[in-house]
């Protein structure tokens, strides 16, 4: 048996491998949401005052407003007051080094193939530094003392709103405020831990910084929050994973991640989303509903997003950028693989303000069995960005006859020297290409494989190499079935 | 105005076309819902602001004060005209040839009374749901329109003209108007709307237009609106089309302060063909809207949508063309088309190029593009000698043209290459 043939026969034997239980001791919040809760949040986390306030601020606005009905998604709402707000591992919550973790947390992230451990992240190929959230607790960073040197700051939410909270008071909510939206209006008040990470002027980050999220606890929801800071000149690649255990129940993640990248800045963003999609009947999953932006505040500034999205039952998702610097630079590339149940309505959105700013949006959209994949974007040309320059793209692949593949893009143009282009195309994969493979001795499963890793490569290829692997596999293992 | 002034303004109007069942679903349907506003993701674009905030009259005790159209039709188009004033009927002003009996041509008046069979099997089944209180209103009041049957296995070679004549001199006028137009089996047909304006006077027409296709009818379907700058005008188009057949429709919106085409288009039979292309030029601080839904309900399905527009001054335009293909509408085809040039620095376009499908056998694309003229192609034209307007012109009409000659009509299409030209002169 050839290498190849033994990773394709692996990963058709494998199902949502992420899909296990870490029996830990932990700490979970009753269920219920009020201001009681939200203030006992705050003071779990030795929070400043300013903190509690906005988001009790928050809170107050989130009770006025209605959940979004726009979307084409179809789902049973959440009952927000039948979700735990608080839980995480309930050993204390702070290491001076990895040898206090509790050990069946390190086994959980070994489970998931991430190694917390630096010399381990050494010996090998990546070179990463990890920022693991587990629940509602950040439970470990790791080259903490390599970033130190630079002047990097990398942590978690909590200890950046003990540690820096001049930064938090700047930045947090500057790009997505705590009234944008029913989700994230909810994530200010009840946000309990997250990334943080702010690269001073000049600094050229010199390693991935990558935050993994983990559901673990039945009936809670996770409610992250990341914030990134890329000073004047400086540069950062972020990843962020994420996956969950198998249940039979909908768990709610509902993130905030917010960026703001400074005159000459370059932040790039990758995610690659893996949170439990169900099982075949569209039973259990998780609900995804993310905001994700941000902000070209400097010239010449550029953000990059990237996402590979496999997991979530419904996926509500749309990284926008904001792009006010003159020549600032905004791009978003997407892989969506929708199977068996899931529902997908992600996009981008592109705000031009500055002049001579410049976006591309590419998205790949594959749907599978029952699943609808959607494409939502908006390219909105304000009217003094002079020399604006959109580029959008957004295919579709369709892979059997009971799936759904939707594109929405909105674009509103109030500038006469911008030019936008928008173009899209959805067909399924012709028997010719299938009858080509077939024809050089390629099984039909196969070259669907094939296919679709050729359909979606432009986009794999943007992703950083470690990041780029698991993304392929996962597509694989997405697809397997799906042909016969 | 609110919704009540606009039930107590058309209910003044003697209609008796919509049957009393009809008439209360849709008053019913008005008690519950609003004025479309900018909270609704359809109007979010449109502003409807100084359509509602007018005060109208009805219109429907003004004496007719013309005696001559023929400047206001479409030149070398004489036969078969149906001249409709502030939505009445003009019989005396009209020409009409029921060619050898294959055709009918009249008023919806008549046509309910002489075929009520026809006129029952059709009038009013084209809208699934009530969709906005505009069009329940023009359900529960219709007044009047053109009423067009086209009997099995018969040709009309002969274009026939709507003529829509808005005349509001001293007061601002609304008023409906309701088409319905019908291709029995194997017949063909070739029909333009025109909606002009006799005076500067503002008016509001409300207007909808209902057409059915059966089996391998072919329909060639114009709209052309050039009105004054005072007039709004919301117009309501569905078709339902049968197995094997074909339509075609050409908009072209010259002038009008607000100017909004839904087209809805059911293909609901099998290899049933559409293709719609549109036109349109706002200036000043007209907005001129076209909102397409194309539903592919069964297999073999071919549609196409082309619609570019020139926008200047501080003109707004929308174009959202939406693609729906239904589980069961395996090996359609369809494509989508959007193109905006815009020419001063305070217009706003927004383009929706929509797709949405539930089948896997598809094959289905669209595009938009909006940019300014190509300023090397104008340098490459002024570098030969040509003048910098005189370029302009060659480029815009350039740009129209892709447009222009989808027309199949050729006095119609010349009839607009000449205004075309006279506009950017």
Not at chain 1, 228 to 243: F, K, M, Q, R
Not at chain 1, 285 to 308: A, E, L, M, P
Not at chain 1, 333 to 350: E, F, I, L, P, R
Not at chain 2, 7 to 20: G, Q, V
């Amino acid at each position: 048996m050839s290498q190849e043939d033994k990773i394709i026969s692996d990963l058709k034997n494998k199902e949502y491998e992420a899909g296990f239980f870490s029996d830990y001791e932990s700490d979970v919040f009753p269920v219920g949401l009020n201001e009681d809760i939200i203030s006992q949040i705050s003071a779990k986390k030795n929070e400043p005052e300013f903190m509690l306030q906005f988001r009790l601020k928050a809170f107050r606005y989130w009770k006025t407003m209605t959940e979004p009905q726009w979307a084409n998604l179809h789902y049973e709402k959440p009952d927000f007051q039948n979700i735990s707000y608080y839980a995480g591992p309930k050993n204390k919550p702070k290491y001076n080094s990895l040898d206090e973790v509790d050990p069946e947390l390190l086994k959980t992230f070994e489970k998931l193939g991430i190694p917390l451990k630096e010399q381990a992240l050494l010996t090998g190929v990546s070179n990463v530094a990890v920022d693991a959230v587990i629940d509602s607790v950040s439970v470990h960073t790791s080259f903490k003392e390599v970033l130190n040197e630079k002047g990097i700051i990398f942590c978690s939410m909590s200890e950046a709103i003990q540690e820096h909270p001049e930064l938090i008071q700047k930045y947090l909510a500057s790009v997505v405020p705590y009234n944008d939206n029913f989700y994230s209006a909810l994530n200010c008040a009840v946000f309990t831990d997250g990334s943080f990470a702010y690269i001073p002027k000049g600094v050229r980050c010199p390693m991935e910084l990558s935050t993994y999220f983990r559901i673990n606890q039945a009936n809670t929801g996770q409610f992250e929050r990341t914030l990134i800071v890329a000073d004047e000149e400086s540069y950062v690649s972020y990843l962020e994973g994420c996956t969950a255990p198998m249940r039979d129940e909908n768990q709610l993640h509902a993130a905030v991640v917010e960026i703001v990248a400074l005159k000459g800045s370059e932040v790039k963003y990758s995610t690659v989303q893996n949170w439990y999609p169900g099982d075949k009947k569209g039973k259990g999953g998780v609900y995804n509903f993310v905001t994700k932006r941000g902000i070209c505040k400097g010239d010449s500034s550029k953000i990059s997003w990237t996402q590979v999205e496999t997991g979530s039952a419904i996926t509500w998702k749309y990284p926008s950028t904001i792009l006010l610097g003159d020549h600032s630079i905004a791009e978003f590339y997407s892989v969506a693989v929708t199977n068996h149940h899931q529902q997908a309505d992600t996009g981008s959105k592109m705000t031009h303000i500055g002049r001579n700013t410049k976006s591309t949006i590419i998205s790949k959209g594959i749907s599978l069995g029952n699943s609808q994949n959607t494409y939502r974007g908006l390219v909105k040309i304000n009217k003094n960005a002079q020399n604006a320059r959109n580029y959008s793209q957004c295919d579709s692949l369709l892979i059997g006859d009971q799936c759904g593949s939707h594109t929405f893009p909105y674009i509103d143009v109030e500038n006469p020297g911008a030019v936008v282009e928008h173009e899209a195309t959805t067909s399924k994969i012709s028997e010719d290409q299938i009858f080509y493979c077939n024809q050089r001795g390629i099984s039909a499963e196969n070259a669907v494989s094939l296919i679709v890793n050729g359909f979606a490569k432009e986009v794999l290829n943007k992703l950083p190499m470690e990041f780029a692997m698991e993304a392929q596999k996962l597509l694989s293992l997405t697809l397997e079935g799906s042909v016969g | 105005m609110t919704k009540q002034n606009f039930i107590e303004l058309f209910s003044a109007s003697d209609s008796n076309i919509s049957e009393t069942k009809d008439r209360e679903k849709s008053l019913e349907y008005i008690k519950t819902h609003e004025l479309p506003n900018k909270t609704d993701e359809n109007w979010r674009n449109t502003d409807l602001r100084t359509l509602v905030e007018q005060i109208y009259f009805s219109a429907h005790t003004k004496k007719n004060r013309i005696t001559s159209i023929n400047e206001l039709k479409i030149n070398g188009l004489n036969d078969n005209c149906l001249v409709f004033i502030n939505g009445s009927f003009q019989k005396e002003l009209s020409k009409i040839e029921n060619e050898k009996n294959n055709i009918f041509l009249g008023s919806l008046a008549e046509g309910k009374k002489m075929y009520p069979d026809i006129f029952n099997k059709y009038f009013n089944q084209s809208e699934k749901e009530i969709e906005t209180v505009f069009t329940a209103l023009n359900t529960a009041y219709a007044q009047n329109g053109a009423f067009i049957y086209v009997s099995e296995n018969f040709k009309s070679q002969k274009p026939i003209q709507i003529l829509n004549i808005s005349d509001s001199e001293s007061q601002s006028t609304a008023y409906q108007i309701r088409n319905l137009i019908i291709l029995a089996k194997n017949s063909e047909v070739n029909v333009i709307t025109v909606s002009k304006s006799l005076s500067d006077g503002i008016s509001f027409c409300n207007s909808q237009n209902e057409i059915f296709l059966e089996a391998n009818s072919i329909l060639n379907f114009n709209i052309f609106q050039e009105e004054n700058i005072e007039t709004r005008s919301l117009n309501n188009t569905r078709l339902k089309q049968s197995e094997n057949t074909q339509s075609t429709v050409n908009i072209a919106s010259l002038s009008g302060a607000i100017l909004r085409n839904d087209i809805k288009i059911y293909l609901s039979g099998e290899n049933a063909r559409t293709e719609i292309n549109g036109i349109y030029l706002p200036t000043n601080e007209q907005q001129f809207d076209n909102y397409i839904l194309i539903k592919h309900e069964k297999s073999h399905g071919k549609s196409r949508q082309l619609f570019k527009g020139i926008i200047a001054g501080q003109a707004r335009s929308v174009f959202s063309g939406r693609v729906l293909v239904d589980k069961n509408a395996q090996k359609t085809d369809a494509g989508q088309l959007n193109k905006n040039l815009l020419l001063t620095d305070y217009v706003k376009a927004y383009s929706r190029p929509q797709l949405e499908i539930y089948a896997d056998d598809v094959q289905c694309s669209h595009g938009s593009s909006t940019g300014q003229i190509d300023k090397e192609a104008l340098f490459y034209l002024q570098s030969r000698g040509i003048g910098e307007k005189q370029a302009k012109i060659l480029m815009l009409n350039a740009f129209a043209k892709e447009v222009i000659d989808k027309i199949s009509i050729p006095e119609y299409k010349n009839y607009i290459e000449n205004l075309f030209e006279n506009k950017y002169f």
